[in-house]
């Protein structure tokens, strides 16, 4: 197979250029990739001298160039998205940009050439979720984010392109992923580095937020998984059943890193937090048998271990005086100056 892999060089889509290139020795890789801030031909690295794959820098949105590459591939799999809930509610306009009209461009050229095409979401789509429930394909989407509704709105085209036009698409909705080369504007690649530095670690609310963690080479396997056998049409859930309360994966960080917890800083809430995601993954399990091979633990000490061997990687993004510098100012100089003044809280 010859894969159109868009978003191939952020952080899950380079996990899954790099699984195709080794699990299937006969398929070939196109990564259409617009290399924004989270993006870096860096991720590639590793597979970068792999004939099979080659590189194309250009946007999602861009039809005429989408047009070309689609014609020439047998499917596609959209990673292209901007991914990060803090920097929707501070500046929404990009979100629209790749995560709507993004979409909407690959499902023209997805019809237009009769290709197959994956899409890539997350849990968020759903809302938040009250204790004790998980949510189906089936549940309605009730996203409170810029992020999450921009999402939304790309599940919705391609349900409607589905149901208009007869385009093959299925979508995956995957929960928190982690990893190598994850842009440490997350959770746990922020934190990781902060801690190595002695530097705080900036926690929203209660800390009490409940995600579920999926090793990025799991999340790549179910999107494999429904880019090879999905039904047309359909939507997967991609859980890992490893749902924590943040504050337990602040302190598991800091306790296997051999840091003090009194880097622990309460800070303001994220405006909207959705206080938990979980989901049912019954589906992609029953259907296919997908389920993730790696526990919280190994996924996380993975992860953490790939920072510690990386500075040099996070060094780049975190020490130049781009973006990140402006972002990290921006979202937590005021916060952490406030929490400073503050009596430490118990999580
Ligand atoms: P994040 O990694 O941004 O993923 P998402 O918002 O898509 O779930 O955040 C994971 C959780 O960690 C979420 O509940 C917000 C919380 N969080 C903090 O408490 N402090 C932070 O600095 C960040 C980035 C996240």
Request: hydrophobic letters at 40%.
């Amino acid at each position: 197979m010859h894969i159109l892999i868009t978003g191939g060089a952020g952080f899950i889509g380079s996990t899954y250029v790099q699984l195709v290139l080794e699990r299937y020795p006969d398929d070939h890789v196109t990564v259409l990739d617009a290399l924004t801030y989270a993006g870096s031909q860096h991720n590639l690295d590793h597979v970068l001298a792999e004939a099979r794959l080659d590189f194309v820098h250009g946007n999602i949105a861009d039809a005429s160039l989408v047009d070309d590459l689609v014609g020439q591939v047998d499917a596609v799999v959209n990673f292209a998205a901007e991914t990060h809930v803090d920097r929707s509610l501070l500046d929404p306009e990009a979100f629209m940009r790749s995560n709507v009209h993004g979409v909407y461009v690959l499902l023209g050229a997805a019809r237009r050439h009769s290709r197959r095409l994956v899409q890539v979401s997350t849990d968020e789509v759903y809302g938040d979720v009250p204790t004790g429930e998980h949510s189906t394909e089936r549940d309605p989407l009730s996203p409170r984010s810029p992020y999450s509704a921009a999402k939304a709105g790309g599940d919705l085209l391609c349900q409607s392109f589905v149901v208009s036009y007869g385009t093959d698409v299925v979508v995956t909705r995957g929960c928190n992923t982690i990893g190598p080369r994850q842009y440490p504007e997350k959770l746990v690649p922020l934190f990781v580095m902060n801690a190595i530095r002695d530097e705080p670690l900036p926690v929203y609310g209660d800390g009490m937020q409940v995600r579920d963690w999926l090793h990025a080479e799991d999340h790549a396997a179910a999107i494999d998984v429904a880019l090879r056998r999905g039904r047309a049409g359909e939507v997967y859930n991609v859980g890992a059943g490893n749902e924590r309360p943040n504050i337990d994966v602040v302190k598991a960080i800091l306790a296997y890193l051999g840091k003090e917890e009194s880097l622990i800083r309460y800070v303001s809430d994220r405006p909207g937090h959705d206080r938990r995601y979980a989901l049912s993954w019954e589906k992609i399990r029953t259907e296919f048998g997908w389920t993730p091979a790696q526990s919280f633990e190994q996924t996380l000490r993975h992860t953490v271990d790939w920072y510690v061997d990386n500075p040099a990687w996070w060094s780049a993004i975190r020490d130049g005086s781009g973006d990140f510098a402006r972002y990290y100012a921006q979202q937590y100089g005021w916060r952490l100056s406030a929490a400073s003044a503050m009596p430490a809280q118990e999580g």
